[in-house]
């Protein structure tokens, strides 16, 4: 099972999904703080919904305000560099990227990208959670990096 | 008012415990901060909060000065309203406050940034996301005041003559004085360098 659990989470780094943010976030996590990784995710969740929401609004504008979706990304790609969520913070630089030069439709391809990589990170890493949980405290006796 | 007080127990029983205030505009920035430095803490969203919580904003503070125990502010560089940077100005610029120790942190190495916060009076410039090796070195600053007291205390001779007491007894007639601090921070400009420079 735990090798199950290790396999899951170096696919996830592998495949450039997670980086050693993640692992940083799992160093703090010990008996006092049992659950800090799932604590911090969660408020990533909550932070990134409205983020999203902003953004899409920002997005319905015409003409568009460069500099508030250059903000609001700059946000958003923080929060995703302080998980270690590599994709979603890779879409983030690129959109703040066509921010700066005004390409419009860039920053619409770009933030339905983004959108897709979010939901994905979110998926997979519910996965892992839900398979952790399962394994339980054994698994933070041996957990492997 | 949006102020998260951690751990901060036993922080109304004297001048011994270690106080830190986060400012961060991030939730989850304040959280992992938090984790990161294990130490008494309260975090705000904001630096007018930042101003509130210190008593200098000129309409109404949390506590009065006296009560006051911060021993050293840690804040993120980009923020709306008020950046990090005019926070540090702020705080350098108040008599009551300015010998207090503050850190910025920051997702862009902009060197030009650096070197401005630096000059302004900033004791260290830590790259987000923050890790654990950083806050090591935070460790150490503030704990350094108590395991090598002699040492700090010859730096301090050389440029300032009265012997300021440690870090961690730090009380509010003798905070650590901002020339002593620099000293400190000038024996890893290397390190800080590197690491700076090395980041993507």
Redesign the interface.
Known sequence: MQRQLANMKQTLFDQGYLDEQFIQLEELQDDANPNFVEEVVTLYYRDSARLIQNIEQALEKSPLDFSKLECLMHQFKGSSSSIGAKRVKSECTQFKEHCRVGNADGCKRTFQQLKKEYATLRKKVEVYFQFARQIGPVEKACRSK | MAVEDIGSGCSSSGDQEFHVLAVD?????R??IE??LKISLTAVESGSRALQYLGIDGERSSLGFDELKVNLIITDY?M?GMTGYELLKKIKGSTKLRKIPVVIMS?ENILARIDRCLEEGAEDFLM??V??SDVERLRDFMLRGGEDREVVGCKRKTRDDSCSSSVLSCDRDHPLSPISVSAMAHCKPISKRSRLLATD
């Open positions: 505009d991030s939730i989850i920035d959280k992992v984790r990161l980009s709306p997702s987000k996301p890790q654990l």
